[in-house]
């Protein structure tokens, strides 16, 4: 059983960046495609970034590409996904997930067989 822990959220103006973390329990992280997502109230949860296990390939939506990145720590068994350039819209509560070993980067959630509780991060405007 995979646990992971966000971190890192938070409120912040609009124009301002967070880096968000998510730690992993045990010692499978490196083999594990991990992703980010996030659900605002009353929406849908949604895709944000997404990383393969060795961190050779990296995935966004379009309309965030260019704010946002998505790295890992294998070392540490964490992944971070650094927002840049926020804006009142990213509002929501972002969740880490995991696949299961070995498997590609996913941009549905779906996929994920293990989540996060969530960080809650709010942009001022």
């Known amino acids: 059983q995979v646990q992971l822990v966000e971190s890192g959220g938070g409120l912040v103006q609009a124009g301002g960046s967070l880096r968000l973390s998510c730690a992993a329990s045990?010692?499978?992280?490196?083999?594990?495609?991990m992703g980010w997502f996030r659900q605002a109230p009353g929406k849908e949860r949604d895709f944000v970034a997404a990383?393969?296990?060795?961190?050779?390939?990296?995935h966004y939506p379009d309309s965030l590409k260019g704010r946002f990145t998505i790295a890992r720590d294998n070392a540490k068994n964490t992944v971070y996904l650094q927002m840049n350039s926020l804006k009142p819209e990213d509002t929501a509560v972002y969740y880490c997930?995991?696949?299961?070993?070995?498997?590609?980067?996913?941009?549905?959630?779906?996929?994920?067989?293990?989540w996060g509780q969530g960080t809650q991060v709010t942009v001022s405007s």
């Open positions: 997930a995991a696949r299961k070993r070995y498997s590609a980067a996913s941009t549905a959630p779906g996929d994920y067989d293990y």
């Open positions: 045990e010692g499978t992280f490196s083999t594990r495609a």
């Open positions: 990383i393969n296990w060795s961190a050779t390939n990296t």
